[in-house]
């Protein structure tokens, strides 16, 4: 079956850091570039961070620059978030997306901007809950 799955969510204390995991099964990420989506109750889905199949272009939204690295292994065929001083508007079900075709610095910011295309896989969400 051919899916992306998500792990690593948890619930934090403010400051706190978890390291969300985005796993492919069935298929290689190697030529696919991957966004982090985050979609809180009651608001819009986000775009958290983005980066192209090399690795060479990443994107992170203003809220978390600083705080998270997205990076991969494609030798794992996975894609992490790391996310460092997490706080409590970090509080979100985490989502990977991934797709084809985004590639370079200005393409992976567009990837992130567009929460709700339909990309190849999704994953089914890991739950980031940041509270004291």
């Known amino acids: 079956q051919l899916q992306l799955v998500e792990s690593g969510g948890g619930l934090v204390q403010p400051g706190g850091s978890l390291r969300l995991s985005c796993a492919a099964s069935?298929?290689?990420?190697?030529?696919?570039?991957i966004a982090w989506f985050r979609q809180a109750p009651g608001k819009e889905r986000e775009g958290v961070s983005c980066i192209s199949s090399s690795g060479s272009s990443t994107h992170y939204a203003d809220s978390v620059k600083g705080r998270f690295t997205i990076s991969r292994d494609n030798a794992e065929n996975t894609v992490y978030l790391q996310m460092n001083n997490l706080q409590p508007e970090d509080t979100a079900v985490y989502f990977c997306?991934?797709?084809?075709?985004?590639?370079?610095?200005?393409?992976?910011?567009?990837?992130?901007?567009?929460?709700?295309?339909?990309?190849?896989?999704w994953g089914q969400g890991a739950q980031v809950t940041v509270s004291s």
């Open positions: 997306a991934a797709d084809r075709g985004w590639e370079g610095v200005s393409t992976v910011q567009q990837m992130c901007g567009t929460p709700n295309f339909k990309y190849d896989y």
């Open positions: 069935g298929f290689t990420l190697n030529y696919y570039a």
